[in-house]
């Protein structure tokens, strides 16, 4: 299934993945694409949130992985510097398991991402207007689907 959305602020944008964090569910994976600057950091961000995580979130590209702890936790995964990387990081061991991975820039590590998550590709439009593209896979990312307006 596939739905896609327009977001006309950065606040809009927090909001909808604050309504889309309470009803993630543990061993959820999300994935998202999109250029630089598009967004995806601000989309996790108001996913923690919708977690009730307090601590500030920040983009892990230097250090690939952040984890929080809300009423779920969260793992946040960002992929930009691992194409080409064949290095065993363990990143296997923590995709799908407790709480909920996010995972930026999955198209670096195709070979990690489980057949059902749900992805999102948000695009820029202009400097306040993104789209996003959400797209599930499996009945319970359907469900996730249905609850995004």
Known sequence: MKKQLISTSRT???DLAQHLAGHLFNGCVITLSGDLGAGKTTFTQGLGHGLGITKLISSPTFTIMKQYHGRLDLIHIDAYRLEGLHQ?????????????????WPEQIPHLIPAEHLAITIKRLTEDKRQLTIESTGSAYDALLEVIQ
């Open 12 to 14: 809009q944008t927090i």
């Open 88 to 104: 065993d990081l363990g990143l296997d061991e923590l995709i799908g398991t407790d709480g909920v991975c996010v995972i930026e």
